[in-house]
Nanobody
Framework: QVRLVESGGGLVQPGGSLRLSCAAPGSIVSSNTMAWYRQAPGKQRELVARISSGGRIVYADSAKDRFTISRDYAKNTMYLQMNALKPEDTAVYYC??????????WGLGTQVTVSS
């Protein structure tokens, strides 16, 4: 079983920044597609950003120009740098890893609340 552990969430004022981290086994971080999803109350889980094993990055429109996804192979960690946060960014953020079509893993999530 692959264990993904998110951290870095919290309460931040509008316009502020947070950096989320996802710790994972090294083989997962270096060799597979990973992503950040989020789920706000009453809404479906949605993709925020995805990074493929080859380094191709895709952002949701809501994340473009504000969020940056990255990986640190030495630390076996994926990150999501979030800047210019808005109240509508409030959600539980989940780390996701896709080994293949039959092996997909989720973390337990970290709460991000943007409020004054």
């Amino acid at each position: 079983q692959v264990r993904l552990v998110e951290s870095g969430g919290g309460l931040v004022q509008p316009g502020g920044s947070l950096r989320l981290s996802c710790a994972a086994p090294g083989s997962i971080v270096s060799s597979n597609t990973m992503a950040w999803y989020r789920q706000a109350p009453g809404k479906q889980r949605e993709l925020v950003a995805r990074i493929s094993s080859g380094g191709r990055i895709v952002y949701a429109d809501s994340a473009k120009d504000r969020f940056t996804i990255s990986r640190d192979y030495a630390k076996n960690t994926m990150y999501l740098q979030m800047n210019a946060l808005k109240p509508e960014d409030t959600a539980v953020y989940y780390c996701y890893a896709e080994v293949n079509a039959y092996n997909r893993y989720w973390g337990l999530g970290t709460q991000v609340t943007v409020s004054s």
